[in-house]
């Protein structure tokens, strides 16, 4: 095989056994692809000869063009990755990746949204016009959910029971449910009930959310108005989907929410993405006791 069959079988892997998903595919794949390329201009033309004093001249390579920490760590992650995939295939019989040291990377945690900053920003859409309706109802379901911007644009109408006052959300294979608040059931019950029938441009749309054409609402649809009503709200903060989702999280353990709990509703398959919003807490304690406290 080529080495650009290596390549490409390794992505079939990730995408049909390990149903990675399409941030850790593109980056994984393009971080392989550039260890090949590097590789090739080092005078080799196959991957399953190389030993870890390569990969590690590589990784220096990497931290010499002023690739960031974080690149480097990827990078390297993506490269144990592979070669764990190869030795699996039959292709190598260790992995040369192995043991490799990742580059210490200060941890950044997430930005979160003030209990009143979050008040502040789903005030902004007026329920004056199919518009406004519409994304008062998206936001508030994605405050109330802290479901991903993917997951939102996702949802059918079919996964909403307002009833028993519910959401169905299936992500990367696996299918969870997610309670909501009234203040959100309301919304959503206005505009699916008033709304949506106007909007939709085909009687058999099954999207939920649609954008002013009637055809399902796309990523940077939904961007646009995130930024637009971050602009009306004058909040001094880069919101983002995925800080509403940070958001969301780290208000529910303040309000005494159990790790567990919260976990099966961001969606998370280890604990330990989890538990950074136990850090955003402690942090967000520390700061305000350091601007308050008389004698800090």
Not at 65 to 71: L, Q, V
Not at 192 to 218: C, K, Q, T, W, Y
Not at 256 to 281: C, F, N, P, W
Request: proline share 3%; with cysteine.
């Amino acid at each position: 095989m080529f080495m650009t069959d290596y390549v490409a079988a390794y992505r079939g892997y990730l995408e049909n056994e390990k149903h990675a998903s399409a941030n850790t595919l593109s980056s994984y794949v393009r971080d392989v692809t550039q260890f090949r390329d590097w590789l090739l201009g080092q005078g080799s033309n196959d991957l399953r000869k190389v030993k870890k004093d390569l990969i590690n001249k590589y990784l220096d390579n990497l931290s010499g063009r002023g690739k960031s920490p974080a690149t480097v760590t990827r990078s390297t992650a993506s490269l144990k990755s592979f070669y764990n995939y190869m030795v699996a295939c039959g292709n190598m019989k260790s992995n040369p990746a192995k043991g490799v040291a990742s580059v210490k990377v200060e941890r950044k945690y997430p930005e979160i949204l003030t209990n009143r900053e979050v008040e502040l920003f789903l005030e902004q859409p007026k329920c004056v016009d199919e518009k406004g309706y519409r994304d008062h109802a998206m936001l508030e379901l994605l405050y109330a959910t802290g479901i991903r911007v993917s997951e939102l644009i996702g949802l059918n109408v079919d996964d909403v029971n307002l009833p028993a006052g519910f959401i169905r959300c299936s992500s990367r294979g696996k299918e969870r449910i997610i309670p909501l608040y009234q203040t959100a059931i309301r919304a959503l019950q206005d505009y699916m009930r008033d709304i949506r029938p106007r909007l939709i441009a085909d009687a058999d749309e099954s999207a939920l959310f649609v954008n002013m054409n009637g055809e399902r609402m796309s990523r940077q649809g939904f961007w646009k108005i995130i930024k637009y009503y971050q602009e009306r709200a004058e909040i001094n903060k880069d919101i983002t989907p995925h800080m509403l989702r940070h958001s969301f999280a780290a208000h529910l353990l303040e309000n005494g929410a159990d790790l567990r709990s919260i976990q099966e509703m961001l969606g998370h398959a280890d604990i330990s993405s989890t538990q950074i919003y136990t850090h955003v807490i402690k942090k967000q304690l520390k700061d305000v006791y350091n601007k308050a406290h008389p004698r800090a």
